[in-house]
């Protein structure tokens, strides 16, 4: 799996972050002190001041906006490119259907599919109705030579990691031995409030 994609999420939900806790914080300075809104003030003007001079002295033969504005149209062209590119990169590697054969043998050649949700209820057979889990979410990603599984399984609060994990596994082998196919798979076991607060009679 490719963990690009990944980490550029992890990277830009850290600076927006920084930035709303600046944002925030400086909001919340100028709220409560009085000589840092007057600063905050002071430089603003400042600031303006620098800005307006820089245009008046950017300004195009001719004409009465700044070049300036252009650089910044450029950039937020390129700042729009930069988030369609990191849109289309996401979920890069995940697949659709699990198996996707052609067969040309036989008295009605035909392709044969067996879509990710088939896999899921496999496993939720195989598992049965055990009342620690809560739910399990299955995708699949293409690799050489045989597509993989990551298997999102959300136990109760309490529930053994390490058993509930043998018992997917086990189910996932299984269902693999089912279908004829092989290939890696992860578990990811997964808490959250729903964890925490799910009803005792739910159950897979």
């Not at 996707?100 to 879509?115: M, T």
């Not at 399984?153 to 596994?169: E, F, N, S, Y």
């Amino acid at each position: 799996m490719n963990r690009t994609p990944r980490m550029l999420n992890r990277v830009i939900l850290v600076v927006l972050g920084v930035l709303l806790l600046a944002c925030g914080l400086n909001l919340l300075l100028v709220a409560v002190s009085a000589d840092y809104a007057q600063g905050w003030r002071n430089t603003a003007a400042n600031v303006g001041t620098w800005f307006d001079a820089v245009l008046a002295q950017t300004t195009l033969p001719g004409q009465s906006d700044s070049w300036l504005w252009i650089v910044v149209a450029a950039l937020l062209i390129c700042l729009i490119l930069l988030m369609l590119w990191w849109i289309a990169v996401q979920g890069r590697g995940r697949g659709g259907d699990y198996v996707s054969v052609f067969l040309p043998e036989g008295p009605v050649p035909g392709r044969v599919e067996i879509s990710q949700s088939t896999v899921e209820q496999a496993l939720r057979h195989y598992l049965g109705k055990r009342r620690d889990v809560l739910s399990i979410n299955v995708s699949v990603w293409s690799l050489d030579p045989e597509a993989g599984l990551r298997i999102k399984v959300q136990p109760r609060k309490g529930t053994a990691p390490g058993a509930l994990g043998r018992d997917v596994a086990r189910a996932a082998r299984l269902t693999q031995d089912a279908l004829g196919v092989g290939g890696p798979v992860v578990i990811y076991l997964v808490a959250g409030a729903r964890s925490r607060f799910a009803r005792t009679e739910r159950v897979l």
